[in-house]
């Protein structure tokens, strides 16, 4: 065993169990996580199930004293068994190159069993996550304390790491602990003659009950054999308690001073009693316990199937002197307490009580029947002294059968309220939503008055060429466009890739419309009509192209999956915004505005596709691609609808530009995602594409990635 984990082990809790495998068995019951100590042999358990045994052998732990630690996570038991195990080193990785996100997801697809190490080259400390079947459970100890960290805390923590980490295959034989095996039982021929003198007292014991219960009419019998099946279990544990009550011989003479009845036995009975029990005075001796509801004699102990049988005669009594008014209820639920409290029960069948065995019902027979016989004759009719009882007991029944019917009603009412609270909850987060899209518009909104005011103190100040002339910046700041049919029965774009969805239908039916800040109608950009001069664009260009062709280019060259993120988004816009602003707020609460010359959006604003355009000659830059992907990764932090980012060029771009997207995207590797292209992760689950495009000779080709 390594020197560490024998020291981490052993400052675990420890926890006191049987020796043996029935020690085990306990653990097992108990769904136990942890590591057992045999002398020098090790086991390790993961929730009940032997993980891993070393140093010895499974057998070692047979008859010997167990040393028990709890762990304080289940991850550790199981990553301790593999290390213990050994395996073989699949590969070596730098967290730079493939982060360890990446590979616990291609392991948990692959159904991976083993361990992953990341120590070398990591100061803050150790971090481990170990798979079995695919299923992953983390663990680190970091600092110099080796302070312990589990489950999604440890792995994240393991995910913002640098430095090496290895992918280690591990066999592990996962085992049940083996059944002890049976004891032999022993009978002296003492041990039988008491057994057969018990068997007889306690069938005499139960026969003047079994007359009284005889005569019960049919209809009786049957509701109390259902009511006392459950009595019956409570009362057979207690005629089968292994302590023997002691009788000496003076009080065997007391005992048969009591009045005798012709049930009662002789003095010779009593005295052979006596002798059998002088002969067991070595064993422990029992605390005597008065039988309720009636007289006693003088220091003699009731066997647990006497008392049972004289409890059942003494309730007759009680229940025959009971009122018959207004103390009813009050005396079922009295007797209901009083019965839950007992540490007998009485049984309500006579033939059980006869048949069961007890090692003292031969010894307090002898003073028992007299004073039975007594209260027997006290207590005559026993007929309606035993159907009094059986009321009793279906009165109770009756009650616990409402009290579980009011259970029931009750939880399904809770459950109906949590259904209808989740209900609510949903309906909740749809209006956040829509609150905070609906903010998100009134801010862009206020932005775009503002600029218009701007623009009209700027107006009031120049001498424009005309009274509506416009320079091409102020025209498509005031301008947005929106995607629309000339009836949503025919083919729309939520109907690319169908078969009765052709291209040449869909652009047919749709159309892009503008809506202006200013009346379009009179308006020039430079002396050129607004219409003619916004249809020229590039702005104009790309949009129509994302609606009317990139879809089917998807289609064509089969990438829908690989921009799965692009091809959703292009059927949900619904209005193009050009010199857009997106304003979202970071963590600390504080707003943060980006700009693109081109942002799509939703019906509820939320931006769908950024695009920045280079309609000149010059070259994109590296830093005009950095740019692009940093305002870009602002807008995906706070809004997950954001599926790509688009960088147009009339020119090229320059290396630094390529190398700029290459490091954004991971740049590819054994391990990246092999459904999505071109992808910039921003956290670990979201993330946007990055395309890059050329617009040459009015035509656009996506040339990042390569479709």
Not at 488 to 516: I, M
Not at 652 to 661: G, H, N, S, T, V
Not at 667 to 683: E, I, N, P
Request: charged fraction near 30%; glycine fraction near 6%; hydrophobic fraction near 35%.
């Amino acid at each position: 065993m390594d020197s560490r984990t024998v020291e981490r082990v052993r400052s675990w809790s420890s926890v006191s169990v049987p020796d043996g495998y029935r020690g085990l068995h306990e653990l097992a019951d108990r769904e136990f996580s942890g590591a057992v100590v045999a002398d020098d042999t090790w086991l390790f358990v993961l929730n009940g199930r032997v993980v891993g045994v070393f140093e010895g052998s499974i057998e070692d732990f047979e008859d010997a004293s167990l040393d028990v630690y709890e762990a304080p996570h289940i991850s550790l038991p199981l990553l301790f068994a593999m290390q213990e195990a050994g395996g073989e080193t699949q590969a070596t990785y730098y967290t730079n190159d493939t982060p360890l996100s990446e590979t616990d997801e291609m392991l948990a697809d692959a159904g991976f069993t083993g361990y992953v190490e990341l120590s070398e080259n990591v100061l803050s400390g150790d971090y481990y996550t170990a798979y079995y079947g695919g299923r992953s459970l983390s663990a680190a100890f970091v600092g110099s304390s080796e302070e312990l960290l589990t489950g999604e805390e440890a792995f994240e923590r393991a995910d913002d790491e640098v430095g090496l980490y290895e992918v280690v295959k591990v066999d592990l034989d996962v085992t049940d602990v083996p059944e002890p095996p049976e004891p032999e039982p022993e009978e002296t021929e003492e041990g039988a003659d008491d057994s057969a003198a018990n068997d007889a007292a306690t069938l005499g014991a139960a026969g003047a009950v079994a007359d009284a219960d005889t005569e019960s009419d049919e209809g009786e019998t049957e509701s109390e054999s259902d009511g006392g099946a459950e009595l019956d279990a409570t009362a057979e544990r207690a005629v089968k308690e292994p302590d023997e009550p002691t009788i000496t011989e003076a009080e065997a003479d007391t005992a048969t001073d009591e009045p005798a009845d012709g049930d009662s036995k002789q003095p010779s009975e009593q005295e052979a009693a006596s002798e059998s029990e002088a002969a067991s005075d070595d064993r422990e001796p029992a605390v005597e316990r008065p039988s309720p509801g009636r007289p006693e004699a003088e220091g003699v102990e009731q066997s647990p199937a006497a008392r049972a049988v004289d409890d059942t005669a003494a309730d007759a009594a009680n229940v025959a002197d009971a009122p018959e008014a207004g103390d009813a209820e009050d005396g079922v639920f009295s007797e209901e307490a009083e019965w839950r409290e007992a540490t007998t029960v009485p049984s309500l069948d006579p033939e059980k009580a006869a048949t069961r065995p007890s090692s003292s019902t031969s010894e307090s027979t002898s003073a028992e029947t007299p004073q039975r016989t007594t209260e027997q004759r006290a207590q005559s009719p026993s007929r309606q002294s035993t159907t009094d009882v059986s009321e009793q007991v279906a009165t109770l029944k009756e009650a616990v059968a409402a009290r579980e019917d009011r259970i029931e009603e009750l939880e399904a009412r809770a459950d109906e309220a949590e259904t209808e609270a989740e209900e609510l909850r949903g309906e909740v987060a749809e209006l956040e939503e829509e609150r905070d899209a609906l903010r998100n518009e009134v801010e862009e909104l206020r932005a775009d008055l503002e600029t218009a005011r701007e623009m009209a103190e700027s107006a009031g100040t120049s001498e424009p060429e005309a009274p509506s002339d416009r320079t091409p910046a102020e025209a498509l700041a005031g301008t947005n466009l929106f995607v629309r049919y000339g009836s949503k029965a025919d083919p729309t774009l939520d109907a690319v890739g169908e078969a009765d969805a052709s291209r040449e239908a869909v652009n047919a039916n749709l159309r892009l419309e503008h809506h202006t800040q200013f009346d379009a109608t009179e308006a020039t950009v430079d002396g050129e009509p607004f219409d003619d001069f916004l249809e020229g664009t590039a702005a104009y260009r790309f949009v129509s192209w994302i609606v009317r062709d990139l879809p089917y280019e998807l289609l064509d060259t089969g990438r829908t999956k690989g921009l799965a993120d692009v091809f959703d988004a292009i059927p949900d816009i619904d209005r193009a915004e050009l010199e857009g602003t997106v304003s979202v707020r970071d963590e600390a609460g504080e707003e943060v505005r980006s700009t693109f010359d081109v942002v799509l959006r939703d019906r509820m604003g939320n931006p769908l596709l950024v695009a920045e355009l280079n309609p000149e000659r010059d070259p994109v830059t590296g830093d005009e691609m950095t740019a692009l992907v940093e305002n870009a990764d602002v807008v995906a932090s706070a809004q997950e609808s954001l599926g790509g980012a688009f960088y147009v060029t009339a020119s090229f771009f320059e290396p630094d530009a390529l190398e700029a997207a290459k490091d954004a995207t991971g740049g590819g590797g054994f391990l990246s995602r092999s459904d999505k292209k071109s992808y910039v992760k921003v956290a670990r689950k979201s993330g946007f594409h990055l395309c890059l495009v050329e617009d040459r000779n009015e035509t656009f080709h996506v040339t990042v990635p390569e479709l």
